[in-house]
């Protein structure tokens, strides 16, 4: 891929999806970087952590809806109170397992949601995903 993106923020509760997806973007060579958290709040803890005298601002995040501690809803509401620089290039996919229509439709009407999709992620869905949100 030409033009890699920086980071990749995948926050899912589940560590063999994450494990799954880590290695589609790795293998996909899409990403410097993939980082990993568990629910809604380590993402935040994630994203207001400077290293370096740096915020991570991932370049692209794929968020879970049903966690523990905090769901993609709740995140979604406390990203949105995050300042400019600690929020990267915001572009979010919901990647879930989620069924329900209602999911699919709320989703639609959050500015921060670039796209909707089913879990698993393969190599061909995430090349088309970032055809469509880059």
């Not at 109170?81 to 959050?110: F, H, W």
Request: hydrophobic share 40%.
């Amino acid at each position: 891929m030409d033009n890699k993106l920086n980071c990749i923020l995948l926050i899912d509760d589940d560590e063999a999806v994450n494990f799954i997806h880590n290695r589609v973007i790795k293998k996909s060579g899409c990403a410097n970087e993939v980082a990993i958290a568990r629910n809604g709040q380590e993402a935040i803890d994630f994203l207001i952590t400077k290293v370096d005298n740096k915020y991570p601002q991932p370049d692209l995040i794929f968020l879970d809806i049903n966690m523990p501690v905090m769901n993609g809803w709740e995140f979604l509401e406390a990203y949105e109170k995050l300042e400019k620089e600690q929020k990267g290039k915001e572009l979010i996919v919901m990647l879930t397992t989620s069924l329900n229509p209602d999911d699919k439709e709320k989703a639609k009407k959050i500015a921060h949601i670039n796209d909707f999709h089913p879990k698993p992620l393969s190599v061909e869905h995430l090349n088309k995903i970032l055809e469509t949100v880059l």
